[in-house]
T-cell receptor
């Protein structure tokens, strides 16, 4: 699975958009980009995933660059409850045996 | 409500005393897995199961056993716990993809285990 690189931490003001970057320059054509988050030692929670096109759901938007070497998770109106560790994961379209979680980005949303 | 349920949520035990952490899912998922999470090491897979009676080792299986007699249950067994198994444990499940599972895993709330 491709390695992903994320900043260690980020801050965001409540109500503003949180833009979390992820670098996956070695991603292959048959790997999705998945995003999860983990709120304070709770179980990780799936957010969104994409392959080539931008994706949006009720939680977030995912913007993938045309060359697929990086992506950005956007929380359009961050709230205090969005404070969490966010993980960007490359995962084969054909499925796999496990998700490989890196160290993620600690997002802190402040008043 | 779709969920993965783990028990116990918290446990303090002593070295060598066998224990079982139960995991149950109500989504009829075929794939289930156990992870442990430790500071600085992130989440690491212990065992996984692609279906009933089918289990396989993950990255850190030593000291653990699992069984999958029913689709909904996937207990984690520590036959002789040691202090290095003190950790936060997560069970997860997923519907199958064309591979073992899709990338959308549903995780339990976690079980914090301390071995003295």
């Amino acid at each position: 699975d491709a390695k992903t690189t994320q900043p260690t931490s980020m801050d965001c003001a409540e109500g503003r958009a949180a833009n979390l970057p992820c670098n996956h320059s070695t991603i292959s054509g048959n790997e999705y980009v998945y995003w999860y988050r983990q709120i304070h030692s709770q179980g990780p929670q799936y957010i969104i995933h994409g392959l080539k096109n931008n994706e949006t759901n009720e939680m977030a938007s995912l913007i993938i660059t045309e060359d697929r070497k990086s992506s950005t998770l956007i929380l359009p109106h961050a709230t205090l409850r969005d404070t969490a560790v966010y993980y960007c994961i490359a995962f084969p379209t054909g499925g796999g045996n496990k998700l490989t979680f890196g160290t993620g980005t600690q997002l802190k949303v402040e008043l | 409500e779709a969920q993965v349920t783990q028990n116990p949520r918290y446990l303090i035990t002593v070295t060598g005393k066998k224990l079982t952490v139960t995991c149950s899912q109500n989504m009829n998922h075929e794939y289930m897995s156990w992870y442990r999470q430790d500071p600085g090491l992130g989440l690491r897979q212990i065992y996984y199961s692609m279906n009933v009676e089918v289990t396989d080792k993950g990255d850190v299986p030593e000291g653990y056993k699992v069984s999958r007699k029913e689709k909904r249950n996937f207990p984690l067994i520590l036959e002789s716990p040691s202090p290095n198994q003190t950790s936060l444990y997560f069970c997860a499940s997923s519907s199958p993809g064309t591979g073992a599972h899709t990338g959308e895993l549903f995780f339990g709330e976690g079980s914090r285990l301390t071995v003295l």
